[in-house]
């Protein structure tokens, strides 16, 4: 067998908590491979809503088991909440649950490292969500960073004061302290006792040793394929590898293990915190996108960029990833719209291209208007009921991509999703 993996094609947020849940059913196991807190896949369904930041979106499905890769850097805290949301939901999360034990910790430090390294940027700050991630990578690639399976060494405590102590002395150089670390210190301590009674694996055997068995696998990214570490718009990126490359690392799994690739994206495009982005709307259309999408983070609450569908951003990102099937989200937001722009190439100081540049600061978007749909695509059951001017779009991206989309989002419930 092979692993299937899903993930976003732009800057994140493009629904894949919500298209994991619904295929949920035609896999065995569902695995997050990189990103920690910072991500937040919502789900929606029988008038329930909720946002989970670490664990897998496959864990409302009985039959599912979930893990949490190695690749994935885990904050205690933020994993007790999300798991204390779920058993008040009645989530029998102890039996679903498998945390790898080579994650890596965010400990109390790192967010406070993170805030301190982006004040030091002033003006050319990231965007950075604040809750440690970079930090905890910086770690990761340092040698010095926490495992989870460390957590369980007779030793934990000595080399966690070895850690918080270098972190201490940044902290001091940058002159940045924060008065609540022992609070919040003393909180990380009881989310880790907390977490003791969850199951703890090597998930780079366990999954494989699925694989083997004939078990259908599913790897979840996080963040978007445009804030990928390498070939994101750095330096305005993520922390880790967002691309399918990042589920061999980030779960064990081996280059031919890879099996389809499902690449979400928007009907249009978003983006939150710094960084470029060539179709971004400023005027009255960004503001009605940001109003009809509800375009506000899911962990964050800040309010996403809004723009058009970039065309050569979503190429390249097809290209890195081998994506074998397209998802379309979020296509009832634009209904109402007289007319839909799509970006197919950039104006360069090299010329007319579509191609990605180095320096997408410097690209200017050549625009493409198409008509747009006036029907209200909640309701519709079928991909055949479709208005002819959705449909047209559709066949226009996928002649332009060069890959089938095979699902239509017209809505956050997992019920809104039609198959073509």
């Known amino acids: 067998m092979k692993a299937d993996v899903l993930l976003g094609l732009q800057w994140g947020d493009e629904g894949k908590g919500k298209i994991v849940d619904v295929i949920t059913p035609e896999y065995d196991i569902i695995a997050r491979f990189q990103g920690g807190p910072n991500a937040g896949h919502s789900l929606a369904f029988e008038n329930t809503k909720i946002v989970l930041n670490t664990i897998p979106s496959g864990i409302f499905r009985e039959n599912a088991q979930n893990i949490i890769g190695n690749g994935v850097v885990i904050d205690p805290i933020t994993l007790q909440k999300e798991i204390t949301k779920l058993l008040e ?14 994650a890596h910790l965010i400990m109390p430090t790192h967010p406070v490292l993170d805030a301190a390294y982006e004040r030091a940027k002033g003006d050319n700050k990231i965007g950075s969500t604040l809750r440690g991630i970079g930090p ?3 770690d990761k690639i340092g040698r010095s960073g926490m495992r989870v399976g460390d957590l369980m060494s007779a030793n934990f405590k000595d080399t966690y004061k070895q850690i918080k102590e270098k972190h201490l002395q940044t902290l001091r150089l940058l002159n940045y302290d924060d008065p609540e670390l022992e609070l919040k210190e003393a909180r990380w301590f009881e989310a880790v006792a907390f977490l003791s009674a969850y199951k703890t694996v090597d998930s780079e055997l366990m999954i494989n040793q699925a694989l083997k068995a004939g078990k259908k696998v599913l790897a979840e990214g996080a963040q978007g394929t445009l804030l990928d570490i390498d070939f994101g718009s750095y330096p305005f990126v993520t922390s880790s590898n967002t ?14 293990r890879i099996g389809e690739v499902y690449g979400i994206f928007k009907a249009y495009c978003t983006r939150v915190g710094s960084g470029p982005f060539p179709t971004e709307l400023h005027g009255e259309a960004g503001e009605e996108l940001r ?15 809004c723009g058009w569908i970039d065309l050569p951003a979503l190429k390249y990102a097809i290209m890195l990833n081998g994506a074998t099937a397209l998802i379309m989200t979020k296509s009832d937001v634009l209904s109402g719209f007289s007319e ?22 410097d690209a200017k978007p050549l625009i493409k208007m198409l008509p747009g749909w006036k029907q209200d695509l909640t309701g519709m059951s079928s991909a055949d009921q479709l208005p002819a001017e959705l ?3 559709i066949a226009f991206l996928e002649a332009q991509l060069e890959v089938p989309i ?9 019920s809104q999703t039609l198959f073509r």
């Open 89 to 102: 939901l009645g989530v029998p999360v102890a039996d679903r649950l498998y945390i790898s034990r080579k």
């Open 136 to 138: 905890t990578y910086a």
């Open 243 to 256: 691309i399918t490359a990042g589920a061999c690392t980030g779960l064990g799994l081996a280059p031919q």
């Open 291 to 305: 109003k009809l999408g509800h375009e506000f983070g899911a962990t964050t609450g800040r309010p996403r960029r």
């Open 340 to 361: 839909i722009g799509v970006c197919t190439h950039y104006e360069t100081a090299e010329g007319l291209t579509d191609i990605l540049p180095f320096d997408l600061a």
């Open 391 to 393: 449909k047209d779009y």
């Open 406 to 414: 095979k699902v239509v989002s017209v809505g956050p419930d997992r």
